[in-house]
């Protein structure tokens, strides 16, 4: 008899070191116990009985393809007796009751009815249904069927495609407990690692935001080259933090323009150009970027010139006060906010 424990030579008792437990985590997503519990389980090809319920789905499926139009046809009504009989072999033979290649006897009916999964599908026909099947699945299967008359055979036909369906539905189920065991493995890894994705997306965003440093033409001084009456009147909208507001609004005539100072000589790379929120997004373009350091002489450093919502301008290295943004004139021009970093 052992235990957990053992005893070294001194007769002291050595206790047996506990296997590490798997993680809450790797067991919620893995769902290792479910998935060797579905692989003991399944239904398979090794299995008694698989081999009928294979031949039986391959019939479901050309009753399938004859469809509608044939259901009541002598042709189905044979594929799907057969599929009934073969079903039920099935039956016996997962619940340990084999049965001989024969026909079906009264005895093997008889223990067929005692599984649970039979006798639900089998009570669900009518008694004339349960009469007329008894009948076609004797050895004069071919004769009966050819008695049935045309105005029976639709609603018989019907009656027993459902008993098929019913009698295929639990041996499917466990023909496929280990496939719906890895989908769930995998769609809730799927699930995590795009959760994951998001949550790394998000705080790579807050990384940058957070690590990049300030937006340095926050809140700074902007002037513009004309105004358009009774709209964009408030300059500073362009450097407010909000794009969601219009920056300032020009008139058409001539080049246009507005700009922003930094109060100082700043160091900066990269540029973020929110256009108009509201509409008439193509009038920013071609949009020039210059900097300078005196207000008079400037330079470009990078232009747009396909219409965009938001732009982020970097690969510039740029030392200077004042940034002027100007669309190519005549034409009205207007932003909704810059950021400077």
């Excluded at 398979?44 to 319920?53: E, I, K, T």
């Excluded at 042709?75 to 997962?94: G, I, N, P, T």
């Excluded at 189920?173 to 994951?196: P, Q, T």
């Amino acid at each position: 008899m052992s235990d957990d424990n053992s005893e070294n030579g001194s007769g002291q008792t050595i206790e047996a070191k506990a296997k590490p437990a798997s993680s809450w985590l790797g067991r919620m997503l893995w769902l290792g116990p479910r998935v060797a519990k579905a692989r003991e389980k399944t239904f398979g090809p090794s299995q008694p009985g698989f081999a009928w319920y294979d031949v039986a789905r391959q019939i479901c499926d050309d009753v399938v393809k004859i469809g509608e139009t044939g259901k009541g046809s002598w042709a189905v009504l044979l594929l799907d007796v057969s599929a009934v009989e073969l079903l039920v072999r099935a039956h016996l033979a997962r619940a340990g009751l084999l049965t001989g290649a024969g026909p079906l006897g009264e005895g093997d009916w008889d223990s067929a009815r005692k599984i649970p999964a039979v006798e639900a599908a089998w009570g669900k026909l009518s008694t004339t249904q349960i009469a007329t099947l008894t009948s076609l699945l004797g050895p004069e299967r071919d004769a009966m069927i050819a008695r049935i008359s045309g105005e029976e055979r639709d609603g018989f036909a019907t009656g027993l495609h459902d008993l098929v369906m019913r009698l295929a539905e639990p041996l499917e189920i466990e023909a496929n407990r280990l496939g719906r065991a890895l989908f769930a493995r995998w769609s809730r890894v799927l699930v995590v690692g795009l959760v994951l994705v998001l949550a790394g997306g998000f705080a790579g965003k807050w990384l940058v935001k957070k690590l990049g440093g300030p937006n340095i033409a926050l809140h700074a001084a902007v002037t513009v080259s004309s105004q358009y009456p009774g709209q964009g009147v408030d300059h500073s909208l362009l450097v407010d933090g909000d794009p969601e507001t219009l920056g300032f609004h020009t008139l058409d005539g001539g080049q246009q323009w507005a700009v922003i100072d930094l109060g100082k000589v700043r160091k900066f790379n990269k540029i973020v150009v929110y256009n108009r929120p509201d509409g008439f997004e193509d009038r920013a373009v071609p949009l020039k970027v210059e900097v300078s350091k005196d207000n008079i002489n400037y330079t470009q450093i990078v232009e747009r010139k396909e219409t965009f919502d938001k732009w982020s301008a970097r690969g510039f290295h740029a030392e200077a006060r004042y940034v002027r943004l100007k669309n190519t004139p005549p034409n009205y021009f207007h932003l909704g906010e810059v950021e400077i970093y």
